[in-house]
């Protein structure tokens, strides 16, 4: 008797597996190849869903993307090298009041992000180095002490951050090629929403093709070393504490970006919106969505944006008040969270690639039945 082959051993019939090739083969051979093709599809997707959503989803999809870029930093340092941080929200504080000052400056929109993307990746550096040596409660505490304390600077320095009160930034001008592109392209008036939602996509799109590019490469096996074995990573000569150091620099940067893109959408940066509940959250959307997943951490995000009024709507259609209804998004998010901890440890990505899986074959077994 023949012995089986590896696709009958895991279940997947031929026909499936030889679809599965030819669909693959078509696909280009390098990784870059493969994520410039993945960019470009996500972009022509995100157009056109911009382009059918009026402002108030423009301004949704907006928040979306400061907080999907936030956590596919976080991704990195949680998920891919197993640092817990608790002060993500901090640093997007560093990056909002960075970008308010060089936009009061005049410092032109991409040198202003790129501006405070060095500064909050700086800051990360500091934290990095003071925190290498520290493990799992103790650097969750390091971070949750510099969530607190950092933006609590603006209330010290008020005369140029704007203490409580906050510090207006001002909203960049949207060019007329701009406008003249999205009149070519759905012959409408492009809004001040749609303009800011294009910038905060872009970015995210640009910054998920970097880390992707990133964690496919030697320096993304080298971080799921040290997280999986920190013992083994140091006897094969990885340098431990630079590449924490190195990873959290990076998740800072993304960090900085995703304050920036919060800073021009909000349009005002204040302590009151770089609490501690900013970076619980960021990191309840990586575990939620799926940890070492940029997929999952954009999967996250949109769990965090468009969850809350959802379950606040269908609190005041089944009779609630408008502070009950309110008060019931917390606790279903909560519960979603807890139930992708106990039923779906690889959160949503697992999930979508499981059911993926079983379509695929039972799609596959009704065709050569």
Known sequence: MAAPTKDTEVGV????????????????????????????????????????????????????????????????????????????????AVGAYTTGLMLAAEIPLLVTMLG???????????????????????LAGATLALAVGLPGLAIYFDHWLGGEQGMRIPSPQMPAWFSDAIYFLSATE?????????????TLLVVLFLLANLMAGRTGRVWRAVRD???????????????RVLAFVVSAACAGIAGAVLGIVVRLAAPSGFTIVLSLGL????????????????LGSALLVFLPPFVTNVGTDIGLDNTQAAQLAPFVYGAVLVLVMLLAPSGAVGVLKKLLKKLWIGRSTRRTG
């Open 13 to 92: 019939p031929p026909a499936a597996a030889g679809r599965f090739a030819a669909f693959t083969r078509r696909m280009p051979s390098s990784t870059l190849g493969k994520h410039a093709l993945t960019l470009l599809v996500a972009f022509v997707v995100v157009v056109l869903v911009l382009e059918l959503t009026g402002p108030f989803r423009n301004s949704q999809f907006a928040t979306m993307a400061y907080y999907g870029i936030a956590a596919a930093g976080l991704t990195v340092l949680t998920g891919v090298n197993g640092q817990i941080s608790l002060g993500h929200g901090a640093l997007m």
């Open 190 to 202: 492009a809004s001040s929403a749609k303009y800011l939602a294009y910038i905060g996509w872009v």
């Open 229 to 243: 074995d920190e013992v083994a990573a140091e006897l094969a000569g990885i340098p431990l504490g630079k590449v």
């Open 116 to 138: 405070a993307m060095a500064v909050t990746a700086a800051v990360g550096a500091v934290v990095g180095v003071a925190a290498a040596r520290l493990h799992g409660p103790y």
């Open 283 to 298: 990191l309840t959307a990586v575990v939620v969505g799926g940890l070492g997943s940029l997929v999952g951490a954009l």
